[in-house]
């Protein structure tokens, strides 16, 4: 996936600055995707220019001119011809692997408190999906009925968190046990 594609499904739903962007990438998008703002306002900047976007100026007061985004046709039509493409699966790129991997050149302890602190962080993530899974089923069916192809994937976020601590009481047990 490209972040280009992420930014042009967010401006289908709804126009908005790269600040607004950043931040709606942040919350729907960023448990599966990251993205910095720099790449955000690079590639607003390269779909512009291509015709995809075009950007109208908004004032505001006291601060400088905000640019809000909007889907051209062209852009729509990138979009649509992206999203019927196949998809290929994602390779994943993971020091922590490679470090355990490497474990026999490690001390134990120092795997211990690295699996540690990562666990820590895979539990705050999955305690935030949990409660934005939370706030999903609380809304009435016809909303649900709007996001639910956005739930599928707030779902397997929640499932790769959870894999992923299951993984992590193998290593606890396997490190507990040599």
């Given at each position: 996936?490209?972040l280009?594609?992420a ?6 739903t ?5 600040y ?9 998008m960023?448990?599966f995707?990251n993205a ?10 390269w779909m512009?220019?291509?015709g995809?976007l ?6 505001q007061?006291g601060?400088?001119d905000r ?6 046709p ?13 998809s290929?699966?994602?390779?994943i790129?993971d020091?922590?692997?490679v470090?355990?991997y490497?474990?026999?050149l490690r001390d134990?302890e ?11 962080l895979?539990e ?8 934005i ?5 609380a ?5 649900q009925?709007?996001y ?6 707030l779902?397997r ?5 959870e ?9 606890d047990a396997?490190?507990?046990?040599p």
């Open positions: 996936m490209s280009k594609h930014i042009l499904v967010l401006l289908e709804e126009p908005g600055s790269g607004d962007l950043l931040k709606r990438f942040r919350e729907h960023g448990y995707w910095s703002h720099q790449q955000i306002y690079q590639q607003l900047k512009h220019e291509a995809w075009e950007a109208s100026t908004e004032p007061q601060k400088p640019k809000v985004y909007e889907l051209t062209q852009g729509h039509e990138a979009l649509l011809a992206w999203l019927a493409e196949t290929k699966p994602e390779k790129n020091s922590l692997l470090r355990l490497g474990g026999h134990t120092n795997i211990r408190a690295e699996m540690a602190h990562h666990r820590t895979y705050q993530n999955r305690a935030a999906l949990l409660s899974e939370q706030h999903y089923l809304l009435p069916k016809a909303e009925q709007r639910r192809f956005p739930y599928l994937t779902r976020g929640i499932l790769s968190v894999a992923w601590l299951d993984w992590a009481d193998e290593v396997f490190l507990n046990h």
